[in-house]
């Protein structure tokens, strides 16, 4: 059975930068297109990020182009989400997922597995 272990949240201030990582196991990682989704209170879910197998391939949503960054490294099983220049906006439980889809896909129901989430506040 796949798990995906988030950790890397916490408590930063407006601007500053925070690396976010997905530990994957129970399964063939490079099979699988990776995911970062938040959820901030109150709100829906939302995608972040996706990367594909081979990390050739990217997609950022709108609100985070140009300040995250999503990464794998496939001999570690493992996905990143560096993120650079923090908003308050930015506050949610970031939750790693993956995906058997092509594609780059970007809505919750494409991807089978997901983590717990780690919490990321960012303060003013």
């Known amino acids: 059975q796949v798990q995906l272990i988030e950790s890397g949240g916490g408590l930063v201030q407006t601007g500053d930068s925070l690396r976010l990582s997905c530990v994957f196991s129970?399964?063939?990682?490079?099979?699988?297109?990776m995911g970062w989704f938040r959820q901030a209170p109150g709100k829906e879910r939302t995608f972040v990020a996706v990367?594909?197998?081979?990390?050739?391939?990217?997609a950022l949503a709108d609100p985070v182009k140009g300040r995250f960054t999503i990464s794998r490294d496939n001999a570690k099983k493992s996905v990143y989400l560096e993120m650079s220049n923090l908003k308050p906006e930015d506050s949610a439980i970031y939750y790693c997922?993956?995906?058997?889809?092509?594609?780059?896909?970007?809505?919750?129901?494409?991807?089978?597995?997901w983590g717990q989430g780690t919490r990321v506040t960012v303060s003013s």
């Open positions: 997922a993956a995906s058997p889809k092509v594609g780059l896909p970007r809505t919750e129901s494409q991807y089978t597995y």
């Open positions: 990367i594909s197998w081979g990390a050739d391939s990217t």
């Open positions: 129970g399964g063939t990682f490079s099979h699988y297109f």
